[in-house]
Structure formats: C-alpha cells, structure tokens
C-alpha cells in the first residue's frame, strides 16, 4: 500500500503549521457587513460620545483610528458582534458584523447620543458655559449593556487606572473571543458570564487583581441576568440593584450607569481626584471632598454628570502637589 496515497497535511508535515489548501476550493470570505445610516439632530463628536467606553490605550474591545472612526466589539444580547462608525457630514454610517449586529445597528442611534437631551442643561458657571460652547458635540452615550462596564469599573475600584487598564486587556485577550468581521488587530469580544465564573484563582492573580474585586466579579456575575435587567429601569433603581451585589457600591454603580443609561445626574461620589477637580474648577478649591462637590453641583441638579464632564473637559485642574500613586502588580508576588 506504501506510496498509493499521499499523506494528509498536518500541523506536523506542513513547515510553519500552514496547511495547504488544494486548489479550486476558494478561501471563506468574512460575511459583508449590516449597514445602516443615521442623521443625529445637532453637532455630534464620536470621540467625545463614545470615548468613555474605552479602558485605556489597548482596550482589546474598542479601537479610535486615524480616519475619525471608532471600532467597537462588544456581547450583545443576541451574541457577539463588532461595530464600526464613521461620520461623514452631517450623516453617521454604522457597520456591524456578527451575530450581534443587528442588535448593535438597533442601538446605533442611543449609543450615539440620540437619548440624551442636551438642550436640558443650563450653564451656571462661566467656564462650563465657554467649555460647552467649545464642545458642541459632547452627548451622553447608553449603550443598554451592564456588565461590559461593570466588570471593567470594578477593576478600577481603589487602584491606578494603569493597573486597571492592564487587569481588563490580559484578561480579555485570555478568555475572550476574536471580535467578528474585519475588526482591526487583537481585538476581541469580553468573555461571557460564564467563562468569567470560571477564570482561575491564579489568573486573577496573574493580571494583577486581588481577591476582593476578582470576588465581587464572581458575585456580579452569577447574577448577570438580573443586572442586565436594570437597563430597563430608571437610573436611581438600577445603582441600587447593583448595590445589592456586595462590594459594589455607589462609586462603581455610578460609573455602570452613567454608560450603560446615559444618566445625566450620576455623578460619582467617592473618587480620588474628581471632588479636587471640580472644587478647584468652581471654587478654586483644591481640597474639596464629596460633600462639598456635591454642593458645587447643586445648581446642576438632574446633570450633575454632564456638568462634571464639561469641568474636567474645561482643563483647570489643579497642579499636582504629591508623586503619583505607586503602581502596584501583585502578579510578582
């Protein structure tokens, strides 16, 4: 029989682990895209709209390019899916691949602001007022999803953001799954809730996450259903839905809602630098704690959080007075 048939190629006859394809069979070509197009009522800046959605510079889910478009790949109730949006005018294209994109072009125009009202806002200092004129286009983004933004705020809860931003890319690029369509390098889709259950005890440790946040994950998402509810009720009712979850509290469910219902008013209390940046701002008060930002804001009450967005746009921050905070990686320990 020796010589009748030649061997089939493997991962271990093939240099380099490529497989030859015979010829005539042709390459699978990616699925073309879902397209839809819409015309937003007023300025709209897709960086500032969709920035808070980042988790620093390599967020594997979500990619700002040259051109002024922004990828986004994310899990949506009906699967994953990838996002690309672009403007072109006065008019907003939105792609979607996967088998969450039509669920993505769906929410196209709530992501991008259309929800918010902006025209409710009514300056009563005069550097919000000049920063607002600047940045016509700032609207308050809902993407109608918790748990992508649960899961990262928790990450950031009592560490550097560098930390943060490092803890949420290792393990989305461990344990989540390539994003679909075209989507630019590395970028990948964030695990589901439960893959997330099951991230060892090491890995956690790995990317750098102590026992208290990975734990309070676990508890966010056994639950991840009911969180996901709160997307249909009023903001107040969903912060206090997630507070249900021990260690979540009303920073981290601030943070939550603040992107995933576009809430005006969720203002964060219990920040490290956003009380010294609005008393400084308002009052040249650099010292300033929660309750007295909360009185600053005040005559912002119902956009409290579009008043705060505006002030750290504006720029007047306070100069630093104490080195940086020490980054920490307890994955060496």
């Known amino acids: 029989m020796a010589g009748r048939f030649a061997p089939r190629p493997t991962r271990t ?21 879902r397209v839809r197009t819409w015309v937003p ?15 620093g510079p390599g967020d594997p889910t979500f990619r ?32 979607a691949w996967g088998p969450g994109a039509e669920w993505l072009l769906e929410q196209l125009p709530e992501l991008l602001g259309a929800a918010d009202d902006p025209s409710a806002f009514v300056p009563r ?17 809902r993407t109608g999803l ?53 991230v060892p005890s090491w890995e956690w440790h790995r990317a750098g996450v ?27 009712q969903a912060q206090a839905r997630l507070e249900v979850v021990p260690g979540i509290g009303p920073w981290t469910s601030a943070e939550v809602v603040q992107r995933s219902h576009g809430a005006p008013d969720a203002v964060t209390v219990g920040d490290l630098h956003l009380p010294g940046i609005v008393g400084f701002a308002l009052a040249g008060d650099r010292d300033a704690d929660d309750s007295v930002m909360l009185e600053l804001l005040e005559p912002y009450a119902g956009q409290r959080h579009r008043a705060a967005r505006l002030i750290l746009l504006s720029g007047r921050v306070p100069g630093r007075r104490a080195p940086r905070m020490p980054r920490g990686d307890i994955g060496r320990l």
Do not use: F
Not at 41 to 55: F, I, K, N
Not at 66 to 85: K, N
Not at 174 to 180: L, N, Q, R, S
């Open 13 to 33: 006859t093939v240099r380099g682990g490529h497989v030859a394809v015979p010829a005539g069979i042709p390459r699978q070509a990616p699925a073309p895209a």
């Open 41 to 55: 009522e007023g300025p709209l800046d897709l960086g500032l709209v969709l920035g808070p959605l980042r988790r």
């Open 64 to 95: 700002a390019m040259p051109d002024g478009s922004v990828w986004r790949a994310t899990r949506t109730p009906t699967g994953p899916g990838t996002l690309r949006v672009s403007a072109r005018g006065a008019e907003v294209r939105g792609e």
């Open 125 to 141: 200092h005069r550097l919000v007022a000049l920063t607002r004129h600047r940045r016509p286009g700032l609207r308050l983004t």
């Open 146 to 198: 918790v748990l992508e933004s649960l899961i990262p705020s928790v990450l950031e809860q009592k560490v550097t953001t560098d930390e943060a931003y490092r803890a949420w890319r290792l393990l989305v690029r461990k344990y989540g799954e390539p994003a679909p369509g075209p989507a630019p390098g590395r970028m990948c889709v964030m695990p589901d809730a439960e893959t997330w259950r099951m």
């Open 210 to 236: 102590d026992n208290k946040r990975a734990s309070t994950i676990l508890r966010a998402v056994r639950v991840a259903a009911r969180l996901e509810e709160a997307v249909r009720m009023p903001p107040a």
